[in-house]
Structures are given as structure tokens and as C-alpha cells.
């Protein structure tokens, strides 16, 4: 069973509409959540974390953790064309601590 | 400006070769990492390092080889490329405490063997 889980989509949405990427994790005792944003043929850069149940945001971007059902989502609001790219959910976990990364979601905008 | 750096860029080189792809960080991190990505594929984890002169292999095997002898400094090794090793590889290193912080990636080195 893969640890973390999330649509590889495209997921494609109109300029200035709202994005919303989701992602599951298997471990329960799972402590630090992460969203990445990987440009084609660039490195993972990290946008957003999360460690506590509810919502956290940052400018257009909102982070949302549900420990209970094992669920992270990150929206992105008003999204631009700048925000074409891949979403990597990361999720602290097995027995050394490490991130384990999901297979990422392609996100397309639109003009 | 503390930041991760990873030489070469690109690199071309014949099946056969021996090469070192380089990653140095100026961020006093203890945790350094390598990963394994091939285009719109998904990380893989091959090696990582909790201090010097700790190497521990990753998820995905790899004939590849590390070492640690300095804090800032996490190697990578391949002692006989082979077309199977094109790839883009990534170092990332990370504080102690990644409850808040995650990792940081270098930009990465692209790998051909032809």
C-alpha cells in the first residue's frame, strides 16, 4: 500500500479559479505535513507546511489537515498561469523520520 | 547566502564511466539526502546521510555510493555508468527537527549516459 496518495491528475482549472489538491497518507502517527511546487525540470520547492488539525494560510495559498480521516489539501485561490506545475504532498513518517513523498499532481491554469 | 549547491548541472558521459555528482550545503544542516527522478515521475529515495560519517541506502536500489566526511559535503558515486542510470538527480538536506522545516533541494544534475 503506497504511504502517500495523490491524484497525478492534470488537473486543469480557468485562470482565477480555485485549485484544490488533495492527498492521503497511511501512517496514523504521522506528525508534519508538506506541499512542494516542482516547475518541469526544476527541483521541489517548498510552498507550505502543516502540523495541526484545521486550516493554514499563506497569501493565496491555504493548507488543510484532517488527522482524523488521514487528508491534506492545498487550495490555491485566484490561480495563475505561473502556477502550472506539479504539487508534491510530503508527510513525515516511517521508523527514521524521513519525508515520504506522493507521486505529485499535475496542475494545469489556463488564461 | 546559506543555499545547497549540486555540480554539474548537466553531464553528458560515456557507458563505462566512473562520476561524481557533487552536493554541498552552507546551511550547517545534519541531514542530507539524494533522490532518484526521472522526467514527471515520482521521487526516489537512494541514499541519505544523518551526520558524518553516517550513510544509510533509501527505498530504491541504487548502484550507486555516498559518503560523509564533512558536514557540508554528501557525494554521490557511480563506479561504472550505464544508460539504466540516466536521470536527473537531486540532494536535499534538512535541519534536525523537519517537523517544521522539510527539506531543501538543490537544483539538481542531469544525467545522460550514452
Known amino acids: 500500500q503506497k504511504e502517500v496518495e495523490q491524484n497525478s491528475g492534470p488537473l486543469s482549472v480557468p485562470e482565477g479559479a480555485i485549485a484544490s489538491l488533495n492527498c492521503t497518507y497511511s501512517?496514523?502517527?504521522?506528525?508534519?505535513f508538506f506541499w512542494y511546487r516542482q516547475y518541469s525540470g526544476k527541483s521541489p520547492e517548498l510552498i507550505m507546511f502543516i502540523y495541526s488539525n484545521g486550516d493554514k494560510e499563506d497569501g493565496r495559498f491555504t493548507a488543510q489537515l484532517n488527522k482524523a480521516s488521514q487528508y491534506v489539501s492545498l487550495l490555491i485561490r485566484d490561480s495563475q498561469p505561473s502556477d502550472s506545475a506539479t504539487y508534491l504532498c510530503a508527510v513525515k513518517g516511517g521508523s527514521q523520520g524521513n519525508l515520504i513523498f506522493g507521486k505529485g499532481t499535475k496542475l494545469s491554469v489556463k488564461p | 547566502e546559506a543555499d545547497i549547491y549540486q555540480t554539474p548541472r548537466y553531464l553528458v558521459i560515456g557507458t563505462g564511466k566512473k562520476i561524481t555528482l557533487e552536493c554541498s550545503q552552507t546551511?550547517?544542516?545534519?541531514?542530507m539526502y539524494w533522490y532518484q527522478q526521472d522526467p514527471g515521475m515520482e521521487l526516489h529515495l537512494i541514499h541519505y546521510?544523518?551526520?558524518?560519517?553516517?550513510?544509510e541506502k533509501g527505498d530504491l536500489s541504487s548502484e550507486s555510493t555516498v559518503s560523509r566526511i564533512r558536514t557540508e559535503h554528501f557525494p554521490l558515486t557511480l563506479e561504472s555508468a550505464r544508460p539504466s542510470h540516466t536521470s536527473q538527480y537531486l540532494c536535499?538536506?534538512?535541519?534536525?527537527?523537519?517537523?517544521?522545516?522539510?527539506?531543501?533541494f538543490g537544483s539538481g544534475t542531469r544525467l545522460t549516459v550514452v
Open positions: 501512517d496514523r502517527g504521522s506528525q508534519s
Open positions: 546521510s544523518y551526520g558524518v560519517n553516517s550513510t
Open positions: 546551511m550547517g544542516h545534519d541531514k
Open positions: 536535499a538536506s534538512s535541519a534536525a527537527g523537519t517537523e517544521l522545516y522539510g527539506y531543501t
